[in-house]
């Protein structure tokens, strides 16, 4: 099961029964808003003023979003500035300047804009006070950064870029930034006009760069550098870089031989010597040792180091671990712990023990790992949440968060995250802690758990893994043979128990679960709608788990990795020979995958004491073989 980047779905779903208290509560308010809509002025300020309710600012929303008009000009400034830097606030303005240009409003347009990241309005902007008579300057000073971008800019932006570039201000050196761009993750299409500003010279290099950018073996046809110049250097160092992951062979011999050609840079070697570290070790080719020892210190971060280690365990080279992490500062849980597994590999268990010691009493993968190896009982450090009720009830009174409330009762789940997202970056952090009181109490799991992750509120264990749907999660994973601990394991980390919530590989909702995977296991079409139900979700998570724990003979470690890179992909991945399941686990290589079992099995551990059962559920990991 794929769950990258969590965003939220943006329709209204109707599909949630703890929120059903909507119905007549804000039935005043969207009645108002329904006038608001029709564009009566009369009739919405009569509702208006009638209206009592939380979300009235939405329905004054839905009228000057609609009909931004000169003669409402009073009541929309009055609006933006009471609704400044909320999440009101921008949708009116937004559409109130886009009416400004289209009237011409030049002045007013200039007097209402705020910063923002849209280019169209960046630019309508500048080019007004161009037109206004302000000083050139500073504000053509201001088009290098919109124009050197590695797309295409709006229409709008064409006469602000035309006096830019009457002024001289479009320098060779810009046009190559913006041509690195546009073929470094860009658009493409964008190279054939660029080329156009080119020197004749040089045209040819927004040629080659287009070609390494489609296919990067180009990048090895050395015929194709024709002036050896710092630009095909450039893109030399480009090519390789990506080719590399495609094709070892080809990458390798290839830089061996553009060596020849080129003068590189001592910082563009460090690039590609980093680059082929990663991608070799990652794929367990026979080189990686020697890239990973080429890169220097400054470039050896916590993927890089991974790696290293990495290769390490899979050679067995317990005296290259120790030399690696001996003296080293700041030793993440996973290097200590596998700096005391290499120490007793070595026959120095007293060592081992020491460092095992401490990491035994952390409430993470490798905290239960250590506790299990010294046959310690699982601490989940659990700290009692204890938040004055006078801050508790500033916050539940706050606008923001009775707008959130609202929102959500309505099922308008965008602007309700949204709402919460403003009212708790606006918070202190004692006020935080009271909304994810609240949130949890209200049953926004989701809500609660990332507020607390971003103030670092580690401890609070009940809130951050709430018992979400447990009569769900109960019926289901008895149903299906399942764990209920493993199951729910599964949906904290998927969607952090957000019913709404969808991937950017299209699985929604709380197991996150593709439509193709939800009909295959149910053997007819579901649709993504249905999947936002948390019965229905649950019914198919669980039934998928129990499918994919049968595929892989029992074995649950295998079929959590399985659950997020899929089946087939982890068949691939088993050794031929027996190696050990926590090995494995950190060989795993896909960075997500790698992570996502150990965090599902923490989880699981954490859910599995919770529920008042006893034991390591990790323990089994240490005698446990993983082989095809």
């Keep these: 099961m794929k769950s990258w980047i969590m965003t939220i779905a943006a329709t209204s779903l109707g599909a949630f029964s703890w929120f059903s208290s909507a119905s007549n509560d804000h039935q005043a308010f969207k009645d108002a808003e329904k006038v608001a809509r029709s564009g009566n002025y009369e009739a919405f300020k009569a509702a208006i003023n009638d209206l009592d309710h939380p979300l009235k600012p939405y329905a004054e929303l839905a009228f000057y979003k609609r009909y931004p008009r000169l003669k409402y000009q009073q009541d929309i400034s009055h609006y933006l500035s009471v609704y400044d830097n909320t999440p009101l606030e921008w ?11 289209r009237r011409g409003k030049k002045a007013l347009f200039v007097e209402y804009y705020q910063p923002t990241s849209n280019a169209e309005l960046q630019c309508y902007y500048l080019q007004y006070q161009i037109d206004l008579g302000a000083p050139k300057a500073q504000l053509l000073d201001q088009v290098d950064a919109l124009w050197t971008v590695g797309k295409s800019q709006p229409k709008a932006c064409d006469k602000l870029f035309r006096v830019w570039r009457k002024d ?20 493409v299409a964008l190279l054939p006009y660029l080329k156009t500003l080119l020197p004749k010279k040089e045209a040819y290099l927004a040629d080659l760069y287009k070609a390494v950018r489609r296919d990067p073996s180009a990048s090895a046809g050395l015929y194709r550098y024709k002036k050896r110049s710092s630009k095909e250097a450039e893109i030399a160092v480009y090519g390789v870089k990506r080719l590399i992951w495609r094709d070892q062979k080809l990458a390798l011999r290839a830089w061996d031989k553009l060596q020849g050609m080129f003068t590189f840079s001592q910082a563009q070697k460090d690039a590609v010597a980093y680059r082929f570290a990663l991608a070799l070790a990652s794929k367990g080719h026979d080189d990686a040792r020697f890239w990973l020892n080429k890169v220097p210190e400054e470039l050896q971060d916590t993927k890089l180091r991974q790696w290293m280690m990495a290769n390490m365990l899979k050679e067995q080279d317990w005296a290259g671990i120790v030399a690696l992490f001996t003296g080293m500062k700041n030793l993440s849980n996973g290097q200590q712990y596998w700096l005391a597994y290499s120490y007793n590999q070595r026959g120095e268990p007293e060592k081992a023990q020491q460092l095992w010691q401490p990491l035994a009493v952390k409430r993470d993968y490798y905290g239960f790992l250590a506790a299990a190896r010294l046959n310690m009982p699982v601490s989940l450090n659990k700290q009692t949440l204890d938040v004055p009720q006078p801050i508790i009830d500033k916050v539940s009174q706050a606008p923001g968060f009775l707008r959130a409330k609202a929102l959500y009762e309505l099922e308008r789940f965008t602007s309700a995250r949204r709402e919460w997202n403003y009212l708790t970056n606006t918070s202190s952090n004692a006020e935080k802690l009271a909304a994810s009181v609240l949130a949890a109490d209200l049953e926004w799991y989701d809500s609660a758990i990332r507020t607390l992750a971003e103030i670092k509120a580690w401890n609070y264990v009940d809130l951050r893994f709430p018992m979400a749907f447990e009569a769900l999660f109960t019926r289901y994973s008895k149903r299906n043979h399942v764990d209920l601990a493993w199951s729910i394991a599964i949906s904290r980390r998927e969607s952090s128990f957000a019913p709404d919530a969808v991937s950017h590989a299209n699985a929604h909702g709380l197991m996150q679960l593709l439509p193709s995977t939800a009909r295959y296991v149910s053997k007819q079409k579901v649709s993504k709608r249905q999947l936002y139900k948390p019965a229905t979700n649950i019914r ?14 029992g074995n649950e470690i295998l079929a959590t990795a399985s659950y997020n890179a899929g089946y087939h992909r982890i068949k691939r991945w088993l050794p031929e020979q027996g190696m050990p399941a926590e090995l494995w686990i950190e060989l795993i290589p896909f960075k997500e995958t790698r992570n996502y079992v150990k965090n599902v099995m923490a989880y699981r551990q954490v859910y599995h004491t919770k529920l008042g059962r006893e034991g390591n559920i990790l323990a089994p990991i240490l005698d446990m073989k993983i082989e095809k």
Excluded: C, F, H
């Design 91 to 101: 949708p009116v303005r937004k559409s109130w300047l886009e009416y400004l240009q």
């Design 168 to 187: 001289g201000r479009m320098t060779q050196a810009l046009v190559w930034q913006r041509i690195t761009k546009a073929a470094q993750g860009g658009q």
């Design 540 to 553: 198919l998570g669980t039934d998928y788990l129990e499918y994919l724990k049968k595929k892989n003979g």
